[in-house]
């Protein structure tokens, strides 16, 4: 199998470009190296499995670089490595290679890490969403404000994706057709026993070119049915700020959903013909959050209009069938649609909302709640229909993605459904995949934690627990922290790279790389830097111990506030670089164009993981667990999966402040930042200086307004409604009691170390074995 792998990669350079490996281009090499190893899989892998299969639908999948990934699940790492060593070339040469960034942030990370643990652990496990043209998009500053550029991913090539022209179906809108052609990925298990299939459908026009329109000097109206159809898949998350990007948005959920469900019952019919009998024991169907929710309806559509079922056998396959995840407490974040708006892109869909509409209120009343008490249930409620009340409604199971979420969401967010289907609600906290935060993110621990206990922790990342009878061991955490200097080394060298920013590898790294918005406070961070350079300047904080805070963030592009969040961050890393007296002591570091890979190179180097949103806000986080499992302290609330951290690890090996959700509970009616604001003098120092001059905002008006938010509040919200200054004090106090604590170095690593032995619990194969065992069946 190494033999043919190499050689492979070497025919493939000679067919294609003419070359060798010696000569070749990087992205030539990536190509031939891709190909090579999809040539390894053979033809049988696709969606062609036996048994019982589970779609993963979702707007989102942030699979960042395969190659590495794949190359390292199906045994041929160490041949690549010993070709790139052969031929003299740095094994990390795809470094530059783009991420497929087709998600945003979390929600699409998770689904990613999903796929590799079903493929892992045996289960079919296949992914349905869009082939975006562009991904999220690329961010760099200017002055120290974002500016975004299209992210063309597809460049350098897409070797991994097959085009599957001959299964491509049909979507229809109102005023519109167009083809869903599907690319497939494949998604290869650890060990390469089972092959699953990540199935991307691209928008294509069923006209692609008008001819006559062409040779009458009409050129515009050539190609407007191509232009108009690749706009469904051009972007993730186009701007839905006006009529016309919402509707973009809906088309965007309703063409995934449409073709992957037009896909399904094409290969249940090659089973089992007309008869649906068994449909829900052949398939799962995942919902991940609420953007594939329009599936349901869909579904029925779909059985009645083609298939000839009734509604009551409809709506009984659907809640077999489908299954939702909940990803937030927000209620603005979970999805509602205008009526008018709906049915002017797919009125098709919406008689079959009215449906499931009225078989709940039948429902209600059979339960005995009257009409005032329905109206909290109801999907479609004046003009708007209600796609979390729909999921919940037509599904047989809801589940939150932590402990502390998923309790939120039975006693307070979705209280009167929990009331009804208690039945229905179940916790999955979410996992990420050890292969590749661990194995190939930080080769180095990955060795090390091999030489202790063996490399079952690759598929089994409970086994992790027995490095605990090392914890007292001063040799081994004395190695342990060496590989840490490794990993931060390495980072430096990669800012420098990217940044052409010099840090130094003696301070502490303390990272807060996530989405930007309010909730998750990079703003609180930002706040409780600027006390300690004051305090470092009037000589009230003694003794520090130089440090770096890195952030990583994007901000939605129509996102005024977070845009507002990162110019201040930059404007206090610029104050803080030109002042002489910070020089080896302090430093803010805002990287450029966070994406996947780059959190694979933050991730290992971090000694304090930031995890400060305000409690019952975040729903999980899968960044807390990445940095856990390589060995960083939380610095963080009582929220989201940060509880089990603790849970696992210990509070005395972290760092917990601030108010948990019951306080905020408590206080939320009386709560007055202002007061905060009036009554303490560092408060109002840092909070003044979004107004007193001391920063630029470039002319936006944007620091300002963040000031007005913190002490007035908006039409849409109470002052200060992520309780910043609350945790103000709390927080700082908790800084400054990790950098004493990182003096004793000895201690510090080993609160790491006892952090990474019992990240066992965060691993995504034991998420999808739980969906699997109670909710797949």
Known sequence: MDQSFKTNVGVILDLDYGKNIKNASTTELYNAVSKAAMKMLGKDWGLTATGKKVCYLSAEFLIGRLVYSNLYNMGLFQQFYELMSENNIDIRVFEDIEDAALGNGGLGRLAACFLDSGATIGITLNGYGIRYQYGLFKQYFENGIQMEIEDDWQKFGDPWSVRKEEEKVLVEYKNQTVYAVPYDTPVIGYGGKTINTLRLWQAEPTNQFDFKLFNEQQYDKAVKNRNEAEAISCLLYPNDSSNAGKKLRLKQEYFFAAASLQDILRNYKKKYNKDFSHFSSEYAIQLNDTHPVVAIPELLRLFMEQEGLSFSKSIKIAKETFAYTNHTVMSEALEKWNIPLFKSVIPQVYKYIVMIHKALVKELTSLGKSLEEQSIYTIVDRDTIHMARLAIYASHSTNGVAMLHTEILKNDALKEWYQIYPERFNNKTNGITQRRWLALANMELSDFITDKIGNSWVTELDQLKNLEEYADNKAVIKQFSEIKNMKKTQLAEYILKKEGITISPDFIFDIQVK????????????????????????????????????????????????????????????????????????????????????????????????QISTAGTEASGTGNMKFMLNGAVTLGTYDGANVEIVEQAGEENNYIFGARVEDIEEIRNTYSPM????????????????????????????????????????????????????????????????????TNTYEFRRKCFINTANAGKFSSDRTIRNYADEVWN
């Open 515 to 610: 989405r930007l918005h309010e909730y998750k406070r990079q703003l609180l961070n930002a706040f409780s830097i600027l006390d300690i350079y004051y305090g470092l300047k009037d000589g009230r904080i003694k003794d520090f111990h130089p440090t770096v805070f890195i952030f990583g963030a994007k901000a939605a592009p129509g996102y005024f506030r977070a845009k507002g969040i990162i110019k201040y961050i930059n404007e206090i890393s610029k104050m803080i670089d030109e002042d002489s007296d910070m020089k080896g002591l302090l430093q803010v570091v805002f990287v450029t164009n966070y994406n996947v890979s780059y959190a694979e190179k933050l991730t290992p180097a971090a000694d304090v993981s930031e």
């Open 675 to 742: 007061d905060l604001y009036e009554q303490n003098g560092r408060i109002k120092k840092v909070v003044d200086t979004l107004v007193d001059g001391t920063f630029d905002d470039g002319g936006t008006g944007s620091f300002k307004e963040l000031y007005n938010s913190l002490l007035y509040g908006a039409s849409w919200h109470q002052p200060d409604h992520y309780y910043l200054l609350l945790d103000f004090l709390p927080y700082v106090e908790a800084k400054l009691k990790v950098n004493r604590d990182y």
